[in-house]
């Protein structure tokens, strides 16, 4: 076997180093901010104005809560905003011209035993004069779907509910039900929706970014819509609004979960917290991992403090905030722990 050169040697360590400058310039210091003032699972976060906006919440009895805060960087400081229009869970959000967009999600059954009812309601939040419009409803009922913008307009992808052509109003973990593939988009200048190529993974409960006008979907839940009785996908796939077409799979995400806070900047997007379920464990995830579309590769950065999923979580500026969210995984009506705990990721590049 040849032994490398000196020269060969040097060239190695230098690479090496580059990439470690480079892996460096991007991952800096975790920080402790003001603690959320209404602790909560399934909260969702999403930054307009350059403050952070989290909605949801899901109550015991799976009640959803409804609320809605603003954080302010500059002050550190929470505020309580009027109330989504409906309260549902599992919603996909979305920012564009600094409205904020709620499609989808979960509501409770009027009567009878709790269960998860999907929706087709979408709505415009202004967070300046904190006013709410309905706006036209989706095609497929459905929660727990990903919403991105590209041009103007926003995909609403994946979800989970019912079978088609099945008599089931709501979706419960003892009743069937499945994840969906759906891709539908709306244009707000005309509060219209059209049906867009089918997503190849149906899932649930994933993550997704936008990065040179390509969606990717990441991750997720596969199956059902309770980690209970779903599989989680490590799985990323891009979609190409322009063309209408999805792409060949990319490098999976290094820890397959679901139930994940995520958010975009410069280039890459980031995945933190989640949850995972097998026949002898439950168990949350600190994990945060970043994908880059330009090489198509994974890098790990620093762990939260507390592992959580259920969290909210987006970018304001060139932090990560990261808010509230659940300990225990999938926990019964006694094992919720629900945590205030907000802490921000700062990346230097």
Not at 67 to 95: C, F, G, R
Not at 127 to 138: E, G, R
Request: glycine share 10%; net charge neutral.
């Amino acid at each position: 076997m040849s032994v490398p050169s000196h020269a060969a040697r040097a060239a190695l360590a230098a690479m090496l180093a580059v990439l470690m400058l480079s892996s460096s310039a991007y991952a800096q210091k975790w920080s402790k901010l003001a603690p959320f003032p209404q602790p909560a699972e399934e909260v969702y976060g999403i930054s307009a104005g350059g403050k952070l906006y989290v909605l949801g919440g899901l109550a015991p009895g799976w009640t959803p809560q409804g609320m809605v805060y603003e954080y302010d960087p500059a002050s550190d400081a929470w505020t309580k905003k009027k109330n989504m229009a409906l309260s549902s869970h599992h919603v996909a959000l979305a920012e564009l011209n600094g409205k904020i967009y709620v499609m989808g999600g979960f509501t409770k059954p009027e009567k009878g035993p709790s269960a998860w009812v999907p929706i087709d309601n979408a709505w415009e939040y202004d967070p300046v004069k904190d006013t709410w419009k309905a706006l036209a409803p989706m095609p497929t009922k459905r929660g727990s779907p990903v919403a991105a913008v590209v041009n103007g307009k926003i995909y609403v992808i994946g979800g989970a509910g019912v079978h088609p052509g099945s008599k089931e109003t709501s979706i419960h973990p003892a009743r069937p039900h499945r994840a969906l593939d759906t891709n539908e988009v709306y244009d707000p200048k005309t509060n219209t929706w059209e049906k867009r190529s089918t997503m190849p993974t149906a899932r649930n409960h994933a993550a997704v970014g936008v990065v040179n006008n390509k969606i990717y979907v990441i991750g997720g839940r596969l199956c059902a819509g309770f980690i209970t009785r779903a599989s989680n996908t490590d799985i990323v796939e891009e979609y190409d609004p322009a063309t209408d077409q999805w792409g060949a799979l990319k490098a999976p995400m290094p820890t397959a979960r679901s139930a994940v806070a995520w958010g975009t900047h410069g280039g890459r997007i980031y995945v933190a917290g989640g949850e995972s379920r097998t026949s002898t464990m439950s168990a949350t995830f600190r994990k945060v991992e970043a994908y880059e579309p330009a090489s198509n590769t994974w890098h790990t950065l620093p762990p939260m403090e507390f592992a959580r999923h259920g969290l909210a979580g987006d970018f304001v500026g060139n932090r990560l905030h990261l808010v509230s969210g659940d300990i225990q995984s999938g926990g019964g009506p006694s094992a919720h722990i629900e945590t205030e705990v907000h802490e921000a990721l700062e990346i230097g590049k």
